[in-house]
């Protein structure tokens, strides 16, 4: 479809609410995003932007049997993607492949690879690792939190171990930390809590209430990004996180996920239920290595927050964020009716 004033725009036929860089894709800039409907057959889409950068191309349309809540590229294999699917009536997790010769098909199907069938409560979200190739991933329901060994060549993943959060504690969601493999972020209702995978057992855990997304700045080690209902967006150095060292508003209405840029320090994106998508420069988030010194309080008073731009031209709530891997100067992201935009950051990036 043909960009509009605001960005390159591409129709789902139902609603949905995740979409996914496809980091593996060397050759395109791509994503891939899927449906959520209750009554109707749902569609995981394929899509890549034109060479000259106009044009968002659906290169491949698959069916997948249940509404899809949570999707991820394999970070090493374009063709593997992870969904967190519902029934209506139960939720699961599994792993699938693009058939190879897609392209060349009628009615390609895709083929499930591993199912995580570990879980018997409501799963929120399947991570994979982080970066480079490892058959390790990470699972997590309400309660509990799964690393799973994947063999794609069997068809199978396996439990390598599991722990539970507690009773009192409801996870929704999480980030793998890209400088240190053993650690994982869960989000909560009251806290962030970080687990250590070699010994499953949470060491760590930052108090705050409604958290909704949360992601590790990619280019500095002990950054952590929240986003949060109705407080907006926290920047946090994890060796002093006791207060967070960056406050910056968020959205009008709850802000739901938050996505570091992953070339550009400090550059932040933000969605929420207000439908509108921020781009920020998060100062305390590219700096705070130099200024180790000030206390978080007067860090946060001299650091200017940027809104570099907002990004309001949709019609319902933004719940998918992803920036472009390839071309990090592009991110996409998708409203909860359907609506697939693709921007451009490259006039903000000459500001940093």
């Known amino acids: 479809m043909q960009g509009g004033s605001s960005g390159i725009g591409y129709g789902l036929k139902y609603q949905a609410r995740c979409i996914s860089d496809v980091k593996a894709d060397t050759d395109y800039t791509s994503f891939l995003t899927g449906t959520l409907s ?3 057959e749902n569609e995981v889409h394929l899509l890549r932007l034109s060479s000259g950068g106009s044009e968002l191309v659906c290169e491949g349309l698959f069916s997948h049997p ?14 593997i993607f992870s969904t967190v699917y519902s029934t209506g009536e139960s939720f699961g997790a599994a792993i699938w492949q693009i058939p190879e010769l897609y392209g060349q098909l009628s009615s390609p199907q895709l083929e499930r690879i591993a199912s995580l069938d570990a879980h018997v409560g409501k799963i929120n979200c399947v991570l994979w690792w982080p970066s480079g190739r490892c058959d390790k991933l990470i699972s997590m329901d309400e309660q509990n939190i799964y690393l799973w060994s994947l063999d794609c060549s069997k068809k199978s993943a396996e439990v ?7 009773m009192l504690h409801s996870l929704s969601g999480g980030a793998w930390n890209p400088h240190d493999v053993n650690a994982v972020a869960a989000t909560g209702e009251s806290s962030v809590q970080f687990w250590d995978l070699r010994t499953m057992k949470k060491v760590n855990s930052i108090e705050r209430a409604h958290v909704r997304g949360v992601d590790y700045n990619p280019k500095r080690e002990h950054i952590l990004i929240t986003a949060e209902d109705e407080t907006g967006i926290h920047v946090w ?11 910056l508003p968020g959205h009008t209405h709850w802000t739901w996920t938050v996505k570091c840029n992953p070339e550009y320090d400090g550059l932040i994106l933000s969605a929420g239920t207000d439908s509108a998508v921020n781009l920020w420069y998060a100062s305390a988030a590219s700096s705070t290595d130099e200024k180790t010194s000030e206390s978080p309080v007067e860090s ?3 650091r200017v927050n940027l809104l570099l731009n907002s990004y309001t031209d949709y019609e319902d709530s ?9 071309e990090p100067w592009i991110f996409a992201s998708l409203s909860y009716d359907g609506r697939v935009v693709i921007e451009s950051v490259k006039p903000f990036i000459p500001r940093l």
Do not use: M, T
Not at 160 to 166: E, L, T, V
Not at 318 to 326: D, N
């Open 38 to 40: 209750l009554k109707e």
């Open 318 to 326: 933004v719940y998918g964020l992803a920036w472009s891997s390839r």
């Open 237 to 247: 150095d994890l060796r002093k996180a006791k207060v967070p060292v960056q406050e």
């Open 300 to 302: 946060s008073r001299q």
């Open 66 to 79: 249940n509404e899809i809540w949570d999707l991820a590229s394999c970070p090493f294999d374009q063709r």
């Open 160 to 166: 390598i171990s599991k722990d539970s959060a507690g």
